[in-house]
């Protein structure tokens, strides 16, 4: 699964971006606290949609150089309207089809 997500954030698809996730999903994302930003904490499939469909429309966010390096984690810099920064992305929870049930992205 994190292989799909990291394609949808690179080609800027929320569509492709919100079926990794399942219905009753949570994200959050810290690093625009690093900006000054709020961090982001998105709860729900169609929110999860939503939320990447402004980001991405209003060039907020933008991912480069990511390196998958296991079935749940990657790593690749990120900008949220500000510098690049260093970040890692971990799913910590799947459901049982294999869905994204709880997912972070943090400073790495």
């Known amino acids: 699964m994190i292989e799909k997500m990291i394609k949808a954030l690179e080609e800027?698809?929320?569509?492709?971006?919100?079926?990794?996730?399942?219905?009753?999903?949570?994200?959050?994302?810290?690093?625009?606290?690093?900006?000054g930003a709020p961090c982001s904490h998105i709860y729900g499939k169609p929110a999860v949609e939503?939320?990447?469909?402004?980001?991405?429309?209003?060039?907020?966010?933008?991912?480069?150089?990511?390196?998958i390096e296991d079935e749940k984690h990657?790593?690749?810099?990120?900008?949220?309207?500000?510098?690049?920064?260093?970040?890692?992305?971990?799913i910590t929870e799947l459901d049982e089809a294999g869905l994204i049930k709880k997912a972070v992205v943090r400073p790495a």
Not at 13 to 30: G, H, I, M, Q
Not at 74 to 90: N, Q, R
């Open 74 to 90: 990657a790593t690749f810099f990120e900008t949220c309207g500000g510098p690049y920064i260093y970040a890692g992305l971990d």
């Open 50 to 67: 939503m939320y990447f469909k402004l980001k991405f429309l209003s060039d907020e966010l933008e991912i480069k150089e990511p390196i």
């Open 12 to 35: 800027k698809n929320p569509e492709a971006l919100a079926e990794c996730f399942s219905e009753n999903c949570s994200f959050a994302d810290y690093c625009p606290a690093l900006d």
